[in-house]
Structures are given as structure tokens and as C-alpha cells.
């Protein structure tokens, strides 16, 4: 008997295809009838080298990657990718970076660290919206703009993308890769931890532009540097060999369900539905405003607080699980990464509808 699924609304590491659980759960004992795991055969077998190449083949198709982008996954997550950003890309020692919530501000407080930081968005503590473009403050000799396309934590999603053609647009997509079609030509860097959205944690995917893999410097740090992970196909050292496969099923699977096109309509589709149900509703509350209101992470509070507790601990009862919002905003927050079906969507407006009738 198979055990019983929850509709898993975490953050990351979040919830997996359930084509993708039961193929891994197939080839675990025996890969490609090779007789050993995945996980205990050499990097640099053929049966992993295969499938090295065809993730990063059929990601260049998913995504419409043009020839001049290469694709590196590293170890670290994104918090890596924090320090690695400015250690590799930095000439002038100098960038921008957009402050739209928790996450950007992370990214900023670690390059802080190692160079010249200009936050060039206006203050804005609420992170409940993202200011116009044109009130940006860029800096004259900025070696990137930094932004963080989807904010996991405030719930605020870029839905345009500030044109950039001086400096390059770099851009940490760890919570929104691959959830609709996306323009990598707009982009010099794009990374993400693949935890959400690409497979399990272990796993970092960088895009970035060839002619700033050349910026990396000589005297980095082999294993922080762009330009010898490259050089190596991303094999360094010893890759996290499980996680790789496993966003290799991935990919896979977004392709079988209309690439980004179908995911981009379904994600648009799920978001809409959640957002309908707490706008009409008197009980339930989302502070985002309307243009840039999340499709992957949508926070929410109950207006009278003393029930969200109740509320989380009824609705994990029904298998509507990892609902709590994060610390530092409170409430609740559901996402509806790619694996989530519309019918965990729709269990949770169900019970939301209940939960209120009850207490409303
Ligand atoms: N950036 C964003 C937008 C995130 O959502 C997260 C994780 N939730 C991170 C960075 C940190 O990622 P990691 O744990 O892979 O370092």
C-alpha cells in the first residue's frame, strides 16, 4: 500500500513529483541495470556522465538557453552564490543590488562584506511591493544590478525585469526558476538552489553569460571559481551525484507537462484560484500589492490572529501540511511550487472556506 501524501505547501526543501518519488524509488536498488545506486557509482562513469549531459541539454531546451550561456551547478546553495556573485563577477570592486525583502537583503549584507554595496532601491521595510523602476538609484560604474526575482519569505514576484543593457542583470531565481518562460537574453547571471522548484537541496544552478565567466579571477579559490568549474564540466571535485539525478528527473517531467509554457499556465492558474479565495474573503488577509503578488509563495494572515494556530494545527489534520509563514513575517504562507497539482490548491481553499464558516 503506498503511504499516504499530504499536499506539502513548504517553502524548501519542498514538494517533489510524485512520477519523479516513484521513478527514483524504481531505479534506487539498481540504476540503468548497471546493479549499484546512483549514489555508488563514479561521477565519471559513463551512466552518470550521460546523465550530466542530457540535464544540462534538456535544460538549455526547456529554458531556450542561447548558445553564449553555459551551465555550471555547484554545492553551497544560494547563500553561496551570495559571496561567489561578487568574488567572481566584481572589476570595479563596486555593484547595485534591489532590496526587496528578506532574501535580497541577504544577498546584500554578504557582498557587503566584499565589496562596495549600492542599494539602490528606495527604503522599504514592508517588502509588500516593489518600487517603479525609474526610482532606482543606479551607480555609474556598478559591475552588476543585483535582484532577486521572487522574494520566497514577503511573497513579492518581479513580473518585469529593470533593462539593464550597460551593466549585467544578475539575478537569484532560487524560489521562481523554471516556473514560467523567462527571457535568459535579459539576464548576465541567473542562479538558484534547487530545493524548490529543480529537486532536492545539495544542488546550486548557475546560468551565467561566457563573457563574464572571463571575470573570474586567477587567484580565486578553485572551488569558488566560475570560470574552473566550467573548465571541469561542473566535476571539480565530486558532484552531489543524488541530487543531480534527481533534478534530472525533474526536468524531465516539466517537459512532459508542457515545458514552461504548461508550467507558467498551471502556476498562473494555481496562484489565481488562492489569491481569489483570501481576497473575497473578510477572515483572510494578503498584504502584497496586486502587480507583484507571487505565483510560487503566498503569505497570508488571518485577521483575528488568535486563530492561526488552531488553523495550522486543523489544517495538517486534513493533509494540508507546512503552512506556518516564516518567522519574520508571521501568519501563513502557502507554496505552490511546479509539483504542486491544482488539487492541493483546492484542498486548501476548501478548508480555508470551512475553517472560516466555523470561526468567521
Ligand atoms: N534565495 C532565496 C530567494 C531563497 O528562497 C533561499 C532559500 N529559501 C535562499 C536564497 C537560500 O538558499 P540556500 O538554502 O540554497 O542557500
Given at each position: 500500500m503506498l503511504p499516504q501524501r499530504a499536499y506539502n505547501f513548504s517553502p524548501g526543501p519542498a514538494t517533489l513529483p510524485m512520477e519523479v518519488l516513484q521513478q527514483v524509488q524504481q531505479e534506487l536498488l539498481s540504476f540503468k541495470n548497471c546493479g549499484a545506486s546512483i549514489m555508488e557509482i563514479s561521477h565519471r562513469s559513463r551512466e552518470f556522465s550521460t546523465l550530466a549531459e542530457q540535464s544540462i541539454a534538456r535544460l538549455r531546451r526547456l529554458m531556450n538557453i542561447p548558445s553564449n550561456y553555459e551551465i555550471l551547478f555547484m554545492q553551497g546553495g544560494a547563500t553561496g552564490q551570495f559571496s561567489l556573485v561578487p568574488m567572481n563577477l566584481t572589476v570595479h570592486g563596486k555593484a547595485d543590488y534591489a532590496n526587496t525583502g528578506y532574501w535580497s537583503d541577504k544577498a546584500i549584507q554578504a557582498a557587503t562584506k566584499l565589496i562596495d554595496v549600492n542599494r539602490c532601491t528606495p527604503d522599504n521595510r514592508t517588502y509588500t511591493s516593489i518600487s517603479k523602476f525609474d526610482q532606482w538609484q543606479l551607480s555609474p560604474h556598478a559591475d552588476y544590478l543585483h535582484i532577486t526575482p521572487n522574494e520566497t519569505i514577503h511573497g513579492v514576484e518581479f513580473f518585469e525585469f529593470p533593462n539593464s543593457s550597460e551593466v549585467p542583470l544578475v539575478a537569484d531565481?532560487?524560489?521562481?526558476?523554471?516556473s514560467r518562460p523567462l527571457e535568459v537574453s535579459r539576464f548576465g547571471l541567473l542562479y538558484a538552489?534547487?530545493?524548490?522548484?529543480?529537486?532536492?537541496?545539495g544542488i546550486t544552478l548557475i546560468i551565467i553569460r561566457q563573457d563574464l565567466l572571463?571575470?573570474?579571477?586567477?587567484?580565486?579559490?578553485r572551488m569558488f571559481s566560475y570560470r574552473e568549474m566550467h573548465a571541469h564540466d561542473s566535476m571539480l571535485n565530486t558532484p552531489p551525484v543524488f541530487a543531480w539525478y534527481v533534478l534530472s528527473l525533474v526536468l524531465e517531467w516539466i517537459e512532459q507537462q508542457g515545458g514552461l509554457v504548461g508550467m507558467g499556465e498551471r502556476n498562473a492558474h494555481k496562484a489565481a484560484l488562492l489569491y481569489a479565495a483570501i481576497d473575497d474573503s473578510d477572515f483572510y488577509h494578503n498584504a502584497v500589492a496586486h502587480d507583484c503578488r507571487s505565483w510560487m509563495n503566498i503569505p497570508f494572515s488571518l485577521?483575528?490572529?488568535?486563530y492561526e494556530a488552531d488553523f495550522l494545527r486543523l489544517a495538517a489534520a486534513e493533509g494540508?501540511?507546512?503552512l506556518k509563514g516564516h518567522r519574520a513575517v508571521g501568519g501563513m504562507r502557502a507554496s505552490l511550487y511546479n509539483a504542486m497539482p491544482v488539487a492541493g490548491v483546492q484542498a486548501l481553499i476548501e478548508y480555508m472556506r470551512e475553517f472560516e464558516r466555523r470561526r468567521g
Open positions: 531565481m532560487s524560489s521562481t526558476i523554471c538552489g534547487a530545493q524548490k522548484n529543480l529537486g532536492p537541496s572571463a571575470r573570474s579571477s586567477s587567484d580565486l579559490p485577521v483575528d490572529t488568535r494540508l501540511r507546512n
